[in-house]
């Protein structure tokens, strides 16, 4: 009895409608949602994914401006996605696989630089994507996390949906008709609400860093969020280099290609803006991505096409462009995709 009535909430398809639009999944389903929901007719789409860097720095109407509207953009930045989110998001978003005249692809560097979190094993993820789980995806989804007690949360969660959504579904049951409010105008309105989104106003001007002393004078009156993610980004901690991302982008990335591979999809691969300061280039090769370009259809803007917008001035905190800087981005984005796929 408890399987039946777990399945008849979590796995009939209806709960992930009414999921609380600002949680991990909401998101995802939402913007899944939009995509299946309007389409363009003759004029070419291309998704741009990321995550919260694309969100914040990309506008996909004004990318489509800046191509003569002679190509639709979508922004798909999920923030806190990784590119295994971003493989079962694709999976269900292009069934035919033949939707998009390409898909931009934007990797915080190209280099294979190991951090100092283990991206492998970000449980997490499973907030994410646990609307697109099949039964079938769990024992894969699970193993391909490293640490045995992820691997068994991962798994019980993806077999059992109501372990991940529990809160989510007590939240529901205590405000059922607020929920469902807040679910349908989100899911009517909300595309409106991120395509004129501007940007934050923001700047780090005064922001500035010694790479050989490994010190950094940050402008003024900045917020302790806004200060870490700078320290981070500008001068983060070297982690040991054993090759874990390569294998992990590999992976998930790898398996986003197979999706494309006899398709007319062209993936196109992109360096975000890496940090508010030009920062030394990492030693560690972009091995991933020199093995990907092997591959008919991909191909990848030059790693310098984005390094000029590196400057406090363009960035609110450590990660993110704010609006002047999204403008400038924008247009990049669009002069770089366009040629591509035959706009000139």
Known sequence: MFLIVEA???????????????????????????????????????????????????????????????????NYGVGGATPRVWYYELRDADPTRRRF?????????????????????????????????????????????????????????????????????????????????????????????????????????????DFETRTIRFPPGLDAERHDTVEDRVMPDRAPQTGELTEYRKRWLGRILDLYRNSPTRI???????????????????RFLDWALKRPGVSALPAGTFRDLERPELFFDGLHLNRAGRELFTARIAAGIAPRIGIH
Not at 20 to 27: D, M, R
Not at 30 to 46: A, M
Not at 119 to 137: K, P, S
Not at 268 to 286: G, H, K, N, Q, S
Request: proline content about 7%; overall charge negative; aromatic content about 10%.
């Open 101 to 209: 005249a390409a898909i931009a692809i934007a990797m915080d560097h190209y280099s294979d630089a190991d951090g100092v979190d283990s991206i492998a094993d970000r449980v997490i993820d499973l907030n994410f994507v646990i609307g697109r789980l099949r039964l079938t995806d769990c024992p894969d989804f699970a193993f391909s996390l490293q640490m045995p007690e992820y691997r068994a949360k991962a798994l019980a969660g993806c077999f059992l949906k109501g372990i991940p959504l529990r809160r989510d579904a007590q939240e529901f049951l205590l405000r059922v008709r607020d929920r469902v409010h807040r679910a349908k105008n989100n899911r009517a309105l909300g595309l409106g609400y991120i395509d004129a989104y501007p940007g934050r106003k923001e700047d780090l001007r005064g922001l500035t860093a």
């Open 268 to 286: 196109i691969f992109l360096e975000l803006p890496r940090a508010p300061l030009p920062i030394p280039e990492d030693t560690v090769p972009p």
């Open 8 to 74: 008849l909430i979590f796995r009939a398809g209806w709960y992930e409608n009414y999921l609380e639009p600002q949680s991990s999944a909401g998101t995802v389903e939402t913007y899944l949602y939009w995509l299946t929901s309007h389409r363009r007719g003759s004029t070419p789409e291309v998704l741009v994914v990321g995550d919260s860097r694309i969100a914040e720095g990309f506008s996909a109407p004004g990318a489509s401006e800046a191509a003569g509207n002679r190509i639709h953009f979508w």
